[in-house]
Structure formats: C-alpha cells, structure tokens
C-alpha cells in the first residue's frame, strides 16, 4: 500500500483497505469520509487530523472515526522525526507490546512507515476524552493534583511489571538509555543552551541559570549514573500533552498517547520528563510533600519492594538534569509552529530549573 504524506491524499478506497489490513472491518467498505485538521499547536512531531467515516454494508460494531496521524509538515521537525524513528517506534511498540502496557491507551488501526522515504501514518482509535486545552496560555497550563497522581500511579504499574525485565533487550527498536540518538542530544547540550540562553535568561532565577551554564561539566555523571539504575519499560515522551483524561483537574483515568520514543531505562526518567515540565513553578514544593511519595507508594502496591525512597530521590535528581539537558536540546530545534513558540521554552525549562532547585541539584554541580 502507498503511504500518504498528508490528509490531502487519503482516499475511501485507502481507508478500506487500510483499515482491513489492520483487521478493522471486512467485509464492509469506506464509502465516505470527513477531515478535521488539527492545528500545529497538537504536535510538534505530527500532522493530526480527526477523520470521520461512513461505510456500504453492515457497520454495526466498527469505528466511526478515527485518528490520523501523518508526517510534520514542518521541513525540520519532519527530518528529526525520520532520523528518530519516531513513526517505526510507535508502530513496532503497538505491535509486539500494546497488549502488554498496563495503561490505558488508543487501539492502532493502521500503521506504516516507509524504508525508502521519510513517509509515515498511523490511524488510531479515537478516544472519548479531554486533552489539556492548547487555547490556554501554557504558564496556566500546569498538571493539577489530581492529575499528576493518576498520571504517575498508573505509570507506576507499567514500571513495575516490566522492571528488569531481560526480554527488554531483545527488543532492537527500543531505544537504550546510552543510544547514539539520546548521547546526540546530550553533545548538543552547550551550543543548544548557547542558542536557547537569549530566550529565557530574563525570566530565570540566577539559580536556574547558574543550574544551566554549569550542567554541561556534569552531564557525562549524568549519563554514568542514569546507566547504572535498573531498566524497565519507559514511555520516553510522558507528559500531561501526550495524555487524555475523562476529566479535567480531577480526573479517574487516563491514556497514554504517542508512544514514538519507547526506551529501555530507569522509570525515573518518565517520572523526572512528566514532573519537571509539567509542574508550574509555584507548586514545585509538592514534589517531595506529595508527587514522589505517591509514585513510590504505587511502585509498592504493585509488588516492587527493592528500591527504597531515599534512593528514588537521589535518581530524581538525576533524572530532573537528564529532562533538563535534553529538553534545552529539543527545543533549540524544533519548530513549534505557535505564536506562543518563545513561550514554551521559557516556560518548560523554568519549570525543570524549578524543579532542580528545589531537589537540590545544585550540590550536584559544585
């Protein structure tokens, strides 16, 4: 089957025969369809589009719509994408381990990524939920409490399921937590901050920057000290933007989305990327009072008796540098495509900087 490279191409006979390779329908046919384009500000990786769908024959039972996700149509994001693997990731993890995951996450209806091309698309279950709202200025968009404790509660089962798990390395589209893509981003460290500095100096505390300038000459203890925890299966991209909830602030459940960085690594990698750039700088304190107690109380419930909580602080620390470091890299590249573009930067990383003054990590770079 040809991959499309956007909305634009899709067609009936496409999605029928999509959508019966992937075991979707039979006997039936697409007969028609709608697209709802969703706005750049939705990804960064992606174009999304929400596709409706009406069929010939009996279609009791089968999707009414669905979830397309295609390349960017950004030139740059798209060649980070395709040099990541981003796509082939996603599509391998929902194949070999979606029913696996403890965690609640969309059906893939359809996945293909090309050999030759950059091509890519995945078509997705769509989900019943709420995403945190993009029209939102992002400073106001902070986890909530009730949020970040589902989040990290069910992350936690996932964690503890798969911790130490051998067969993890048979896995070669998983991404290791020493693999020339994440050390890639860690080389790019000075020059990303050197470009990144500008953007957010004003609105940092000297402390932050202090944090910033100096985490180059720490990043190979970093490194060395995140290789040595145990592995288990990460989501590698969890945060309140990759998640649907069936309510806002206070939600009782929630779904992973976009499983394009799946990696074999500690657990408090996930927990350090949600924590540290989704908690609004003025609830940092919760970090110790409530969010990492609760994740090492679920780790807990769920059977995992040998890491003790004063060393899941210490990897936090860690693990807030890491996010820190690969965040300041990340941004320096891609194109948010949104008014707001200078924003998330300023925003995100003076939330990881908060959140690194606040677990003391400043020792770290004495």
Same mark, same amino acid.
């Given at each position: 089957?040809?991959?499309?490279?956007?909305?634009?191409?899709?067609?009936?006979?496409?999605?029928?025969?999509?959508?019966?390779?992937?075991?979707?329908?039979?006997?039936?046919?697409?007969?028609?369809?709608?697209?709802?384009?969703?706005?750049?500000?939705?990804?960064r990786t992606s174009s999304l589009a929400r596709i409706e769908l009406t069929y010939a024959g009996p279609?009791d039972g089968l999707p009414r719509s669905l979830f397309a996700k295609f390349v960017s149509r950004i030139?740059?994001?798209?060649?980070?994408?395709?040099?990541?693997?981003?796509?082939?990731?996603?599509?391998?993890?929902?194949?070999?381990?979606?029913?696996?995951?403890? @965690?609640?996450?969309?059906?893939?209806?359809?996945?293909?990524?090309?050999?030759? *091309?950059?091509?890519?698309?995945?078509?997705? =279950?769509?989900?019943?939920?709420?995403?945190?709202?993009?029209?939102?200025?992002?400073?106001?968009?902070?986890?909530?409490?009730?949020?970040?404790?589902?989040?990290?509660?069910?992350?936690?089962?996932?964690?503890?399921?798969?911790?130490?798990? *051998?067969?993890?390395?048979?896995?070669?589209?998983?991404?290791?937590?020493?693999?020339?893509?994440?050390?890639? @981003?860690?080389?790019?460290?000075?020059?990303?901050?050197?470009?990144?500095?500008?953007?957010? =100096?004003?609105?940092? *505390?000297?402390?932050?920057?202090?944090?910033?300038?100096?985490?180059?000459? +720490?990043?190979?203890?970093?490194?060395?000290?995140?290789?040595?925890?145990?592995?288990?299966?990460?989501?590698?991209?969890?945060?309140?933007?990759?998640?649907?909830?069936?309510?806002?602030?206070?939600?009782?459940?929630?779904?992973? +989305?976009?499983?394009?960085?799946?990696?074999?690594?500690?657990?408090?990698?996930?927990?350090?990327?949600?924590?540290?750039?989704?908690?609004?700088?003025?609830?940092?304190?919760?970090?110790?009072?409530? /969010?990492?107690?609760?994740?090492?109380?679920?780790? =807990?419930?769920?059977?995992?008796?040998?890491?003790?909580?004063?060393?899941?602080?210490?990897?936090?620390?860690?693990?807030?540098?890491?996010?820190?470091?690969?965040?300041?890299?990340?941004?320096?590249?891609?194109? /948010?495509?949104? =008014?707001?573009?200078?924003?998330?930067?300023?925003?995100? +990383?003076?939330?990881?900087?908060?959140?690194?003054?606040?677990?003391?990590?400043?020792?770290?770079?004495?």
């Amino acid at each position: 089957m040809e991959i499309p490279e956007k909305y634009e191409d899709v067609t009936a006979a496409w999605l029928t025969a999509a959508l019966r390779e992937g075991g979707v329908i039979s006997d039936a046919t697409v007969t028609g369809f709608t697209v709802d384009p969703l706005g750049a500000d939705r990804s960064r990786t992606s174009s999304l589009a929400r596709i409706e769908l009406t069929y010939a024959g009996p279609s009791d039972g089968l999707p009414r719509s669905l979830f397309a996700k295609f390349v960017s149509r950004i030139p740059g994001n798209r060649a980070l994408v395709a040099e990541m693997d981003l796509f082939r990731n996603e599509i391998e993890l929902y194949r070999n381990l979606g029913d696996e995951i403890p @965690l609640d996450m969309p059906r893939l209806y359809y996945g293909a990524s090309s050999n030759d *091309t950059d091509l890519a698309v995945l078509l997705l =279950e769509e989900i019943d939920a709420m995403a945190k709202p993009a029209d939102v200025p992002i400073e106001q968009n902070g986890l909530t409490e009730g949020e970040g404790t589902l989040a990290l509660t069910r992350v936690a089962q996932m964690h503890t399921e798969w911790w130490e798990n *051998t067969r993890l390395r048979e896995l070669s589209w998983l991404q290791p937590i020493d693999s020339s893509r994440r050390n890639r @981003l860690y080389d790019a460290y000075p020059d990303s901050w050197e470009k990144l500095k500008p953007v957010v =100096e004003k609105t940092f *505390t000297p402390a932050g920057l202090d944090i910033c300038d100096r985490l180059e000459g +720490l990043l190979p203890t970093v490194r060395r000290e995140l290789g040595g925890m145990p592995e288990t299966l990460c989501h590698g991209d969890y945060h309140g933007g990759n998640m649907l909830w069936d309510r806002l602030g206070t939600p009782t459940r929630v779904w992973a +989305l976009d499983w394009q960085i799946p990696t074999r690594g500690p657990a408090i990698m996930d927990v350090g990327w949600f924590l540290s750039l989704g908690l609004n700088v003025g609830d940092v304190g919760l970090l110790r009072s409530l /969010f990492l107690p609760s994740y090492h109380r679920a780790l =807990e419930s769920h059977g995992l008796e040998s890491y003790p909580y004063e060393q899941l602080l210490s990897d936090y620390r860690f693990a807030v540098l890491d996010s820190l470091a690969r965040a300041v890299s990340l941004f320096a590249i891609l194109d /948010f495509a949104r =008014e707001d573009a200078t924003e998330i930067p300023r925003v995100l +990383l003076g939330r990881a900087t908060a959140a690194a003054e606040e677990m003391g990590c400043t020792e770290l770079l004495r």
